[in-house]
């Protein structure tokens, strides 16, 4: 059994739970992601891990309450277990391959979207504590959806928030402060960008007017995430490849976004309706 150890509501539909999973901790790279089912027969949920603990022997995850599954994880509470935590899975972060000399002193651009901060964070910390110089903004609907911007702080150089309708930081979106930094003269080694696909294909698109290098996750593809049930196949350099197993993260100029989001969108109603259940997987 999967104990919670703590638990913490980042806004009124996203929770942030530490939990324990010695296995994992010790395996875990930024850039994975872990499979939480959170009883015997519930669907299983692939969530990137936020953050993990070698010494306490925990990893931490962030969950959105979008359908019944998400909901029920949330619900749960300090002490209670999870059925299952699978994990580490999928491809890690290219980064981690390199050794901490390479990455010192690489300049970093980190764009994040929303519920995208949480897979960010993991990789601003891992190329911070490296040495790495590393710039993070973060963009949301409004000031209520910005989650773990203090966390961000500690881990990067300069944080830049801003929202659509000006209620944190300042008013806009994400690509409008690449260009005023791009624009501006700051120069970066490598971009990565976390969020909505909408958003990782218009923050593609300003990349590549700087020809700024970009790699963007397409872990909001994935539903069984072990490449059974075929949801997160998408077509990257002309290829097929499943997110779940090949990624998550990609070269962002070789994603065929429109497919992506055509894809995404197949389980958008499936996900909320409240007798759902996937039943790969389940025993």
Not at 155 to 178: F, N, P, Q, R, W
């Amino acid at each position: 059994m999967y104990k919670i150890l703590r638990k913490k509501f980042l806004t009124p539909a996203i929770c942030l739970m530490e939990v324990e999973a010695p296995r994992i901790a010790h395996s875990a790279r930024p850039g994975q992601f872990l499979i939480v089912r959170a009883g015997e027969k519930s669907e299983r949920i692939p969530l990137t891990i936020c953050d993990y603990d070698t010494e306490k022997g925990s990893v931490t995850i962030v969950t959105q309450e979008v359908g019944a599954s998400t909901k029920k994880i949330c619900h749960y509470e300090e002490g209670e277990s999870f059925a299952d935590v699978v994990g580490p899975l999928g491809q890690p972060s290219e980064f981690v391959h390199s050794t901490t000399q390479e990455l010192a002193g690489t300049r970093w651009l980190f764009i994040a979207g929303g519920l995208g901060t949480a897979p960010v964070y993991p990789q601003a910390k891992y190329l911070h504590n490296a040495g790495a110089y590393v710039d993070v903004i973060i963009g949301a609907r409004n000031k209520d959806l910005i989650i773990m911007e203090d966390e961000m702080k500690a881990v990067c150089d300069h944080l830049y928030i801003c929202t659509d309708d000006g209620s944190a930081g300042e008013k806009g979106v994400v690509t409008a402060v690449m260009d005023r930094l791009l624009g501006g003269g700051e120069r970066y080694d490598q971009a990565v960008s976390i969020g909505p696909m909408i958003m990782m294909k218009f923050a593609t698109l300003k990349a590549k007017e700087y020809g700024l290098p970009l790699i963007v996750s397409l872990n909001t593809l994935m539903v069984d995430g072990t490449g059974m049930c075929g949801a997160c196949r998408v077509t990257i350099a002309g290829k097929t490849k499943f997110a779940c197993v090949d990624g998550p993260e990609f070269n962002a100029y070789d994603v065929d976004f429109e497919e992506a989001m055509r894809r995404q969108g197949m389980y958008r109603d499936i996900e909320r309706e409240e007798d759902h259940k996937c039943n790969i997987g389940l025993h």
